[in-house]
C-alpha cells in the first residue's frame, strides 16, 4: 500500500526531470555556418571604401529605335565587335517604302506644275489669242460699217425704228468683245504671274519636305550603332514589336567600349569629406579569392544621388546619399566584367581629405569636376 503512494510522485518528478533537459538541450544556440568566403580587406591603414560598379569606359549605352513596329532581321549577337555606323537590327520597312514612293509621285507632279507654268507663254497660245483678236477686230469693223451706212440715209421713213439702236448696241457689243479679247492676248503674253510661280514652289517645297521626311524615317528604321563598341546584350528578337524610343533601361541591343574599363564607386555621403583623389586606390575581387586590381582616379561626378547600386548585404544602408567616383583600371585585361561589384578602397591621408580634383590622366576625362567639400 505505501509503494502505491510513491509511484505519482515519482513519475511527476521524472516528467519534470525530462522537460528540463528537453527545454535545455533544445536552447542551445544553433552553430554559426561558415562564410562562403572572407570579406574583403583594406590594405590602407586610413581609407575610404565603397561598392565599385564595372562600366564600360562608354558607360553602358541602350540602343532602342526611334521608330516603332516589328523587328524584321538581327544582326548581331552578344560578344561582336561593330564599328561606328554598323547595323544592329532593322524595323519593316514595307509601309514605309510605299509611303515614300508616293511621296515621290507626288513631289513629281508638284515639279511638272511648275515647269508648265515657267513654260508660259506658249507659242500655240499666242497664236489662238491673237487669231481671236482679229477675229474680234474684223467683227468690230463691220458693224461700224453697217451704223455708218445706216446714219448715211438721210430719208428718215426709208429705216424702222427699231433698225438704229439695233446697230449702235451691235457696235458696242463688238467693242466689248474686242476689248476682252485684247485683255486675254495680253494675258497670255505675260506668261505666268509671279504669285501663282510662288505658289507651285511652295507645292515643290512640302513636297520635297515630305519626301525627305519619310526617307529619313526609312533611313531611322535601319538602327545602326552609335559608337565603336562590344555587344553587351541583345533582347531585340525577329518577329517582336518595338515601341518607339524603347531604349529606357534596358534597350533593344546593349553596348559599350570595353577597353579600357571603368569602376564606378559609391562612396557614403558621410565619408565623402575625407576621399582624397591623389591617394592610391585598389579594386578587390569578392568571393573568397584575393585580387587586388590598382585603379587610377579619373573624375568625381558633382552631385550627390541617393544610392541605387546595392550589394545584397544584410547590414548595408539603403536609404543613403553617395558621392560617385569614376575610376579607370590600369590593366588592360583585368578579367572582370561590366555590371561586376567590386570593394574599392582609396587611401587617404591622416587629415581631412579634398574633394577638389586634378586634371586626370584617362583619355576619356578633361579636367575633373570638383565636387563640394564637407567638413
Given at each position: 500500500?505505501?509503494w502505491?503512494?510513491?509511484?505519482?510522485?515519482?513519475?511527476?518528478?521524472?516528467?519534470?526531470?525530462?522537460?528540463?533537459?528537453?527545454?535545455?538541450?533544445?536552447?542551445?544556440?544553433?552553430?554559426?555556418?561558415?562564410?562562403?568566403?572572407?570579406?574583403?580587406?583594406?590594405?590602407?591603414?586610413?581609407?575610404?571604401?565603397?561598392?565599385?560598379?564595372?562600366?564600360?569606359?562608354?558607360?553602358?549605352?541602350?540602343?532602342?529605335?526611334?521608330?516603332?513596329?516589328?523587328?524584321?532581321?538581327?544582326?548581331?549577337?552578344?560578344?561582336?565587335?561593330?564599328?561606328?555606323?554598323?547595323?544592329?537590327?532593322?524595323?519593316?520597312?514595307?509601309?514605309?517604302?510605299?509611303?515614300?514612293?508616293?511621296?515621290?509621285?507626288?513631289?513629281?507632279v508638284?515639279r511638272?506644275?511648275?515647269?508648265?507654268?515657267?513654260?508660259?507663254?506658249r507659242?500655240?497660245?499666242?497664236?489662238?489669242?491673237?487669231?481671236?483678236?482679229?477675229?474680234?477686230?474684223?467683227?468690230?469693223?463691220?458693224?461700224?460699217?453697217?451704223?455708218?451706212?445706216?446714219?448715211?440715209?438721210?430719208?428718215?421713213?426709208?429705216?424702222?425704228?427699231?433698225?438704229?439702236?439695233?446697230?449702235?448696241?451691235?457696235?458696242?457689243?463688238?467693242k466689248?468683245?474686242?476689248?476682252?479679247?485684247?485683255?486675254?492676248?495680253?494675258?497670255?503674253?505675260?506668261?505666268?504671274?509671279?504669285?501663282?510661280?510662288?505658289?507651285?514652289?511652295?507645292?515643290?517645297?512640302?513636297?520635297?519636305?515630305?519626301?525627305?521626311?519619310?526617307?529619313?524615317?526609312?533611313?531611322?528604321?535601319?538602327?545602326?550603332?552609335?559608337?565603336?563598341?562590344t555587344?553587351?546584350?541583345?533582347?531585340?528578337?525577329?518577329?517582336?514589336?518595338?515601341?518607339?524610343?524603347?531604349?529606357?533601361?534596358?534597350?533593344?541591343?546593349?553596348?559599350?567600349?570595353?577597353?579600357?574599363?571603368?569602376?564606378?564607386?559609391?562612396?557614403?555621403?558621410?565619408?565623402?569629406?575625407?576621399?582624397?583623389?591623389?591617394?592610391?586606390?585598389?579594386?578587390?575581387?569578392?568571393?573568397?579569392k584575393?585580387?587586388?586590381?590598382?585603379?587610377r582616379?579619373v573624375?568625381?561626378?558633382?552631385?550627390?544621388?541617393?544610392?541605387?547600386?546595392?550589394?545584397?548585404?544584410?547590414?548595408?544602408?539603403?536609404?543613403?546619399?553617395?558621392?560617385?567616383?569614376?575610376?579607370?583600371?590600369?590593366?588592360?585585361?583585368?578579367?572582370?566584367?561590366?555590371?561586376?561589384?567590386?570593394?574599392?578602397?582609396?587611401?587617404?591621408?591622416?587629415?581631412?581629405?579634398?574633394?577638389?580634383?586634378?586634371?586626370?590622366?584617362?583619355?576619356?576625362?578633361?579636367?575633373?569636376?570638383?565636387?563640394?567639400?564637407?567638413?
Amino acid at each position: 500500500m505505501k509503494w502505491r503512494f510513491l509511484v505519482l510522485p515519482v513519475l511527476a518528478i521524472a516528467g519534470a526531470s525530462l522537460a528540463v533537459y528537453t527545454v535545455k538541450k533544445q536552447a542551445r544556440p544553433a552553430p554559426v555556418a561558415p562564410p562562403s568566403g572572407e570579406p574583403t580587406r583594406s590594405p590602407f591603414g586610413n581609407r575610404v571604401a565603397g561598392s565599385g560598379l564595372v562600366e564600360p569606359v562608354t558607360e553602358i549605352v541602350n540602343v532602342g529605335t526611334p521608330i516603332g513596329g516589328v523587328v524584321e532581321t538581327v544582326l548581331v549577337r552578344e560578344g561582336d565587335v561593330v564599328k561606328k555606323g554598323q547595323e544592329l537590327f532593322i524595323i519593316d520597312q514595307r509601309m514605309m517604302k510605299s509611303q515614300l514612293q508616293s511621296a515621290k509621285a507626288r513631289l513629281e507632279v508638284a515639279r511638272r506644275k511648275l515647269d508648265q507654268l515657267k513654260s508660259l507663254p506658249r507659242a500655240e497660245d499666242l497664236a489662238k489669242a491673237q487669231a481671236v483678236v482679229e477675229q474680234r477686230r474684223a467683227a468690230l469693223k463691220d458693224a461700224q460699217s453697217r451704223l455708218d451706212r445706216l446714219n448715211a440715209i438721210t430719208d428718215p421713213g426709208a429705216i424702222s425704228a427699231n433698225e438704229r439702236p439695233t446697230r449702235e448696241y451691235e457696235l458696242a457689243n463688238a467693242k466689248a468683245r474686242m476689248t476682252e479679247a485684247e485683255a486675254d492676248l495680253g494675258e497670255v503674253r505675260k506668261g505666268a504671274y509671279p504669285e501663282d510661280l510662288a505658289v507651285a514652289a511652295a507645292d515643290v517645297q512640302v513636297a520635297e519636305a515630305e519626301v525627305n521626311a519619310l526617307s529619313t524615317d526609312l533611313e531611322r528604321s535601319d538602327v545602326r550603332a552609335p559608337i565603336d563598341a562590344t555587344i553587351l546584350r541583345v533582347t531585340a528578337r525577329p518577329g517582336q514589336f518595338a515601341a518607339a524610343s524603347s531604349g529606357g533601361s534596358e534597350g533593344l541591343v546593349t553596348l559599350g567600349q570595353l577597353t579600357p574599363l571603368n569602376i564606378r564607386v559609391d562612396v557614403d555621403e558621410l565619408d565623402a569629406w575625407r576621399f582624397d583623389p591623389n591617394g592610391k586606390a585598389v579594386a578587390v575581387l569578392r568571393g573568397g579569392k584575393r585580387v587586388e586590381h590598382p585603379i587610377r582616379y579619373v573624375r568625381t561626378v558633382p552631385v550627390v544621388i541617393p544610392k541605387k547600386t546595392l550589394t545584397g548585404d544584410n547590414a548595408e544602408r539603403i536609404d543613403t546619399r553617395v558621392l560617385q567616383l569614376i575610376y579607370t583600371f590600369n590593366e588592360p585585361n583585368p578579367g572582370v566584367l561590366p555590371g561586376q561589384v567590386l570593394d574599392v578602397y582609396v587611401e587617404t591621408g591622416s587629415g581631412s581629405g579634398t574633394l577638389s580634383s586634378p586634371a586626370a590622366p584617362s583619355p576619356d576625362a578633361g579636367a575633373a569636376t570638383p565636387a563640394p567639400t564637407g567638413g
